[in-house]
């Protein structure tokens, strides 16, 4: 039985890789560290585990591998000290907000001998899943351009520091569909340009919108608009959407629109459950299968890493005005 720990909550999304973790058979959720220790201890209260607050106590109560899911700029410092200690890895995404960074991290666990998975849990969602298949038998034929969409809500928080985020709205919503896209297609990106603001939150010192043309190997265009800008009162936490022009046809999914419209008059409100499937089920499940087969996981450190290329590409884009080249 696999022992999983998870170091810090200071991303919203350990909240719910804690419940998936709660939810599967053969794994045991065994602790947890945070460096605010207030919030580690009301999780592991919340989700029936114990928190650590000296980190080398934590790495060494028999945790086998660990989800990182700190502030962006903090993964590399986590990474570094859990494949030390020989740890598998889950890291939130962006890997980091720098190459540098990213590099280091893919290093340090080589170095380690240890796995090292990216969250990128939309590869899980089914939707996603029957495209990727619909084009691996060849029904577009090839792949010529897309057009894709990642909105969502605005997060707040540390989400609108640069010293702890190192970007905004590009930065966190591009990396979904960079990879998605490297994923369905098998081809990589090449050059980015970018342009993007604050326009939607006056209040912040990050950028909440961008809208981006990218180009991947064999010509495939490829237009993208990332953004907070979804309200709060929105149905969906936000969108993850993809458009694909192929020689044979046209493809359209709507990751996230997998819910039902409900209009009560009794309460004189609507409300929009979800029917669909949980994608961070899918990544954690696989993670905690890594960690007992000792491979890497499915989604590798190096998808994060091509990830933080196109994002690192594309707000130098945006300071230099013009097209610029994606390191591979």
Known sequence: ???????????????????????LDGVEFAAIWDDVPKRGRAAAK????R???????FLGAG????????????????????????????CEKPLAPTLDDAKAIVAACRKANVGLGTAFPCRYAQPLMAVKAQIANGDLGEVYAASCTNNGQFPGGWFAQ????????TMDHTVHVADLLRWLTGKEFTKVYCE??????????????GILHLEMEGGIQ?????????????????????EIIGEKGVVSVDAFNQKLNVYCDTTMRASWPGWGDNPDLGLVRDFVRAVDERRSPAVTGIDG????????AAYRSAQLGKTVRIQP
């Not at 928190?51 to 106590?57: T, V």
């Not at 490829?222 to 969108?239: L, M, N």
């Open 305 to 312: 890493l091509r990830a933080v290329a196109v994002t690192v």
């Open 196 to 209: 993007n603001d604050r326009l939607l939150h006056k209040n912040i010192r990050t950028d909440d919108i």
């Open 63 to 90: 945790v086998e591998g660990v989800i990182i899911t700190s502030e962006n700029v903090k993964h590399r410092v986590m990474a570094e000290k859990a494949a030390a200690a020989g740890k598998w890895i889950l």
């Open 51 to 57: 928190f650590l607050q000296d980190l080398d106590a």
């Open 162 to 169: 640069d010293a702890l985020a190192g970007g905004g709205a």
């Open 46 to 49: 919340q989700f029936g585990t």
């Open 222 to 242: 490829v237009s993208h608009i990332a953004s907070w800008s979804r309200a709060k009162s929105f149905p969906t936490w936000g969108d993850v959407t993809i």
């Open 1 to 23: 039985m696999a022992k999983i720990g998870i170091m810090s909550f200071a991303h919203m999304h350990a909240y719910s890789y804690a419940a998936c973790l709660n939810a």
